[in-house]
């Protein structure tokens, strides 16, 4: 019996770490699930569905705060994205 309880009670933390490391984000005005940390701009346009081609800024205090794409971005939760085709752009 004792394995069986040890068995739910690891289940249930991993099931607690896992939905503790989950976050929502908003991209393009729709709310995206991503995991909490250190991601890749590339991960998340991958999540936010935004096209390769496109430029992804992130809103700060009401600025937009442009990401390059091979830029990273610590995620915590509630960070707003907006991504737009990318503009000529000229020396």
Request: hydrophobic fraction near 30%; charged fraction near 25%; proline fraction near 4%.
């Amino acid at each position: 019996m004792t394995s069986h309880n040890s068995t739910l009670h690891d289940l249930h933390e991993e099931v607690e770490h896992q939905d503790s490391s989950i976050v929502t984000i908003t991209v393009d005005n729709k709310q995206r699930e991503i995991h909490r940390g250190y991601q890749s701009v590339a991960e998340i346009k991958q999540v936010g569905e935004v096209p390769a081609a496109f430029d992804l800024d992130e809103v700060v205090d009401s600025k937009l705060i442009p990401l390059p794409d091979d830029g990273f971005v610590t995620i915590k939760g509630g960070e707003v994205f907006l991504s737009h085709p990318k503009s000529g752009r000229s020396s």
